[in-house]
Structures are given as C-alpha cells and as structure tokens.
C-alpha cells in the first residue's frame, strides 16, 4: 500500500504568490485613461490625437485580446515617434511593456519599461515614473527579486503619496502586501491589501476592489480560512464578469479550483481549473496557464494517476522556465519530486526536493524552503535513513517558528545539514576502522569455500580415473 505524502499545503503557500503575480495591476499612464475610445473615434481623430486613442484602445482590451493591444500600442508607437511625441512614445513603450508580461516575456517588458521610464524621468513626469517603478517591481518581484521590487514599490508609493493619487497609492500598497506574501508573510500582507481594499471602495473602483477580494481570498485560503475564502472568490469573479475582464476571470477560477482541491472535492475543482486553463491559452498568458498546470497536476496525483500527473507538471515546469519565474519553478520541482515519491523513486525525488530548495533559498522564499525541508524528511524517512530525515525536520521547524527569514536563519539550518554530514563522515571513519576484521573473516570463509571446491573436484578426478 503506498503512503501519502502531504503536500497540499505546500502547493498552496507556493501558488498563493504565484497567483497574486497574476493579479497585481500594470498600469500604463494614458491621458485617455478612464474615458471611452473606440476605433471610430480613431478614424475621426486628427492625427496629434491618433497616439492618445490607440494607447486608450491598447489599455482597454489588453485583458481579453492581447495580441490587439500589442499592435495597437505598436501603432501608437510608431506614430509618436514620427510626431517627436515624447508623452505618447513613453506610454507607447509601457503600454508594449505589459502586453509582454501578459504573453511571456518578462525580459522585453523590462526593456521597454525601462525605456519608457527614461523619457518619464527626462520630463520629470512624475505619475509615468510611479507608473513604471510599479511595473518594474512586478517583474522584479517574478524573478524572486523581492528586496528589489520592494524598493520599486516603495518609490512608487512615495510619488502617489506626494501627488495625492489615492488610487495610486491603493495600488502600491497592494503590491507591497504582494511582495510580503511571496516571502510568506501573511500578516503583513492582509494588512496592506485591506488598506488597499478600503481605500478602493472609497473611490468605488471596482476592477480595484476585484483584484483586492482575490489578495484578500488567497490569505484566507493559506489560513485554512475556506469560507472566507470562497465568500472573496465569488465577490470577485462578479466584479470580472461585470468588467469582462478574461484575466482576472481566470483567475477567480484557478482559486475556486484550489479551493476545492484544498478541500479534496475533486470533481469540483477539475471544472474551474480546465475553464481556467481555457482562458488562459485564449489569452496567451503563459504564467496563468503554469499555475493552473500545476494544480491540475496535484489532483491527478492525488488521484493516483501518477503518469498523467507527471506529464501535466513537467508542462507547468517548461512553462515557468521559459517565464524565468523561479519561484514557479521550484514549486513545479517539488510537485514532481512529491509524484516520484509517490512512484516510490525516493532517490530521484530528492534531487528535484534539493533543486527546489536551492531556488528557494536564493530567492529567500520561506514557503518553498519549508516543504522542501519537510518532503525530504518524508522522503528519507521513507527509505529508512532516520538520522538524516530527523534533520531535514529540524531544518523545517526552524523556519516555521518564525515569519521572516534572516541570514543567520539561512546559516542556521545549513549548519544543521553540515552536522549531519560530519556525522556521516564519522560513522564512515568507524566502519573503516572496523572494516578488516570483517573483510579478513570473509576472506578466510572465501578460501575455505574454494579449498572444498578443490579437494571435492581432486577426489571426484581420482574417481574417475580409478575406474578407467
């Protein structure tokens, strides 16, 4: 009979950020922005106006068709330049930078986001810098870079705070609590995104207030907090039918589908995955799909369909490799080590539970460094190593007993792995000390063995020969 392992809860901690990655607002400082444009509007339009209109046209759909709002944008672009229309090239760039994020392409939307930031600064364009240090910090944030993305953060909140934008500083601060709950500080995150959230429904901003109830519901949901949870999620996929807004629908249904799974009723959350993972591929977002991928994987798994789990998680890995999204990465990693245990392949799944744990570290993300620290535990236990198990579960505890991880933390629980491995080299002096005495009685069983084999083969020749 095969054993259980737990991994749920890890999966869950790990796909709360890679979720709310999802959710953080790109903004693109339009002049349009908040009107209605359409592409009558556009035909009709001089053309010193043409860059404002295809930018708004870009913003508006970006969420349902992103490859139309890439050309758009691009058209924008191209027309600001040949106007020497600085404001319109820079949104143009940012505009261009988000529609990569949305298809997968992190490293060109840095370089247009860093592009647009340079004109913005240039003309000391104080809302076009918020704008972009808010952008930079989500990709930044991505990469598991998050001392960096909260500076971003923290640069943009300072300009809303001194311009006085509240739905600017709503949007800082609810990515700040963003970059908090990727490092797997909960608490904190709750509190900015409820200060968010309160700020949001001042202003009745409602796409806004729906991104905030899917922060709020994936809080709850690492809480175990389920009614809560479902309570935001449904709030929340209201608001994104009522905005048709493809992106954040799928999201709201990726999170109906892991709350289900949390739940272990299956047959329920298979439906939301798959309509999730539909809009996803519609919409071209690769990071949507990785993350639906991976949860999908997990039920297949826990439904014993090991091979078909298998093939389903190694898609969400490609997936986050090609996004360079490490954090994504090591959640795969461990998804397929938890599937090889399952297979009992104990020795392969440990080198995916220390490939995980090696991106976990260097991008400091506690959730992913505990599970690790507790499915090699299981994992070592399983093939009867109990003295090395019981030290992946110390590792495991001294992170669990406190909510940030420090540098001495990190040296900490290394120091208990080096220990464990001083211990190995000492059983090894031992048995090498022993070893002679051993090999010399096997060694004198072996001649006696051969000396029989001989004088039986002697005495059964001289047998023969007698009879001849």
């Not at 295809?54 to 191209?78: F, Q, V």
């Not at 261009?96 to 392409?105: A, E, F, S």
Request: glycine share 4%; charged share 25%.
């Amino acid at each position: 009979m095969k054993k259980k392992y737990r991994y749920k809860t890890m999966y869950r901690l790990t796909a709360m950020p890679l979720l709310l990655f999802c959710i953080v607002v790109f903004t693109a400082r339009i002049f349009a922005q908040g009107k209605t444009c359409t592409d009558r509007d556009l035909l009709l339009a001089p053309e010193q106006k043409k860059v404002e209109i295809l930018n708004c046209l870009s913003e508006n759909i970006r969420n349902s068709d992103t490859k139309k709002a890439m050309n758009y944008a691009e058209k924008a672009l191209k027309l600001s330049k040949k106007l020497n229309d600085k404001i319109g090239e820079a949104n143009s760039l940012s505009n261009i930078g988000v529609c990569y994020y949305y298809t997968g392409n992190p490293n060109l939307s840095q370089q247009n986001h860093l592009s647009a930031l340079q004109i913005f600064t240039a003309l000391n364009d104080m809302q076009g810098m918020s704008n972009c240090y808010n952008n930079l910090a989500i990709l930044f944030q991505d990469k598991g870079e998050y001392d960096t993305s909260l500076d971003y953060n923290l640069k943009s909140l300072k300009i809303e705070e001194k311009t006085g934008n509240r739905k600017g500083i709503a949007k800082s601060l609810k990515n700040i609590g963003v970059v908090y709950g990727c490092k797997g500080d909960y608490t904190e995150a709750m509190r900015y995104f409820k200060q968010a959230y309160k700020i949001e429904k001042q202003l009745r901003d409602k796409n806004g207030m729906m991104n905030s109830c899917i922060n709020i519901a994936i809080v709850y949901e690492s809480q175990q907090k389920f009614e809560e949870a479902l309570y935001q999620y449904k709030r929340a996929l209201t608001l994104a039918d009522e905005l048709k807004n493809l992106k954040s629908k799928a999201i709201c249904l990726d999170g109906l589908g892991n709350l289900y799974y949390d739940l272990s009723e299956y047959s329920h959350a298979l439906p939301y995955l798959y309509r999730s993972l539909e809009i996803n591929e519609t919409l071209g977002a690769k990071s949507g799909m990785a993350v639906t991928l991976n949860t999908i994987g997990s039920i297949y798994q826990e439904q014993q369909e090991y091979d078909k789990a298998n093939e389903i998680l190694f898609q969400s890995l490609k997936l986050y490799e090609q996004l360079d999204d490490k954090r994504g990465s090591a959640s795969a990693m461990t998804s397929i080590g938890v599937n090889l245990m399952h297979k009992e392949n104990f020795r392969k799944a440990n080198e995916y539970f220390n490939q995980s744990l090696e991106i976990a570290k260097s991008i400091g993300a506690k959730p992913e460094m505990m599970e690790n620290y507790l499915q090699l535990h299981y994992s070592y236990a399983a093939i009867w190593e109990f003295d090395r198990a019981k030290k992946y579960l110390e590792c495991y505890n001294a992170l669990s007993d406190s909510t940030k991880i420090t540098e001495e933390m990190l040296n900490e629980t290394d120091s208990l792995l080096l220990d464990k491995k001083k211990s190995i080299t000492s059983e090894l002096r031992t048995w090498i000390i022993k070893a002679p005495l051993v090999l010399k009685i096997i060694l004198v069983l072996i001649i006696l063995v051969i000396f029989i084999l001989l004088f039986l083969l002697i005495r059964n020749k001289q047998r023969f020969l007698g009879h001849t």
